[in-house]
């Protein structure tokens, strides 16, 4: 988990906006150019990264924008600081990084809407963004990923593509800002809106948000999660501190990102091609029932898994940013094959909608012929030349990337 390494600032201060996910290192986060729930109106991590400290593969201490300098922005050279940024250690190691604060807002409120379908709650994502709503989180959950976070958490949704929304500003501000959103959702068919402000609310909210990886994998019988209380997952005890245990089954996450204006029709084409695959699993529901968490309206159901492959989509869509979590027996061939050929078709999917195959994962091994496809041989040859620069032996995360 990331940390202070000294004291935190004196005045209140987010100390990274980019709101990471589960087990995130500072340092990792910068190498991938991560993001998260935040990143719609504070940044990804590229942007808030002001200064890197790198151990080159020759042994030599890197300080990417100069020993001790934390300008807000500076013309001075080449940007090594962005070079690094998302260099998934292939071409030295981060060992410290200067990022940006930015300060608490005076009033800040969530709340949860639900959709007719998948599109519409998109739809609803790029009118929010064109009606320039400073929405300073909004988080998109399909059907199936919204159930399982619900049930996982022990707090229940309903059984719809969902929006899960925070505003942050003045008082005076928040008030005009939720307005307009409930206009926006009704106007896309979504649910009446019930705000909360209190922070217990907010954080039980994005727990559950934050634990979605978990909640997938619980989705699939023999991939077992277990929680510090050793409980089942049926409740909401413990599941911040879940982690997966050995399974054949095995969770595989991949994410791209579009133009929001592409958003709606990549996100209903990916949600269809998902179904035509059959990859998003056979759900049971327990009839639901209504439980009050003082602002919020949540319903609570009773924990049933998914048969077969199961593949629930989320997505940081304020940025045209979303993942489908894939969960399959990583010893089944036919499965695993299903798999790869869903990733190949959606990280393609994207690149004819002008977008990039991966937003915030990496390339990795498993991306290396898409960004051939997505950067052109002229773009790849830049790299390599990079690569071959800075570490001329291959010595750093060999094979990944390029």
């Not at 926006?184 to 809106?193: H, M």
């Not at 054949?248 to 084409?269: F, H, K, M, N, W």
């Not at 002008?354 to 390339?363: D, K, L, M």
């Amino acid at each position: 988990m990331w940390e202070w390494t000294s004291s935190p600032p004196a005045s209140p201060a987010h100390p990274l906006l980019a709101d990471p996910g589960a087990d995130a290192s500072l340092c990792g986060m910068a190498a991938t150019g991560a993001s998260g729930t935040n990143a719609v109106r504070y940044g990804t991590m590229r942007p808030n990264v002001l200064n890197l400290r790198v151990v080159l593969p020759d042994g030599r201490l890197l300080h990417t924008a100069g020993p001790g300098r934390q300008p807000r922005k500076r013309a001075a050279g080449y940007d090594l600081t962005s070079l690094f940024v998302g260099s998934e250690g292939t071409l030295g190691f981060l060992t410290q990084a200067t990022l940006r604060l930015h300060p608490l807002p005076e009033a800040t409120a969530v709340t949860i809407a639900s959709f007719p379908g998948v599109g519409a709650a998109v739809a609803c994502t790029v009118q929010v963004l064109q009606a320039a709503v400073p929405v300073a989180r909004i988080e998109f959950l399909d059907e199936v990923m919204a159930d399982a976070c619900g049930r996982f958490s022990g707090m229940g949704l309903p059984v719809a593509a969902t929006l899960l929304l925070e505003l942050h500003g003045s008082r005076c501000s928040l008030a005009e800002q939720q307005q307009q959103m409930e206009e926006i959702v009704q106007e896309n068919g979504g649910s009446s809106l019930a705000w909360a402000e209190g922070l217990e609310e907010r954080e039980q909210l994005w727990s559950m948000r934050h634990n979605a990886w978990y909640a997938a994998l619980a989705l699939r019988p023999g991939c077992q999660v277990r929680h510090k209380d050793g409980d089942d997952g049926s409740s909401a005890h413990g599941a911040l501190s879940a982690t997966a245990l050995p399974s054949p089954a095995q969770g595989y996450s991949t994410d791209v990102c579009v133009p929001i204006s592409r958003l709606p029709d990549v996100v209903v084409e990916t949600k269809q091609d998902l179904q035509a695959s059959s990859l998003t699993g056979q759900q049971g529901h327990s009839p639901l029932r209504q439980r009050g968490l003082r602002g919020l309206t949540i319903l609570h159901a009773t924990p049933h898994l998914t048969r077969g492959l199961a593949g629930p989509m989320v997505g940081h869509v304020g940025d045209g940013n979303f993942h489908c979590i894939l969960v399959f027996n990583s010893q089944d061939p036919e499965e695993a094959q299903r798999i790869h050929a869903f990733t190949q078709r959606l990280g393609r999917r994207a690149l004819a909608a002008g977008g990039t195959c991966t937003g915030e994962h990496g390339v990795g091994l498993g991306k290396r012929a898409l960004l051939q496809e997505e950067l052109g041989q002229e773009g790849l040859d830049t790299l390599r030349s990079i690569k071959a620069a800075l570490d001329p032996h291959n010595l750093m995360n060999p094979g990944k990337v390029l």
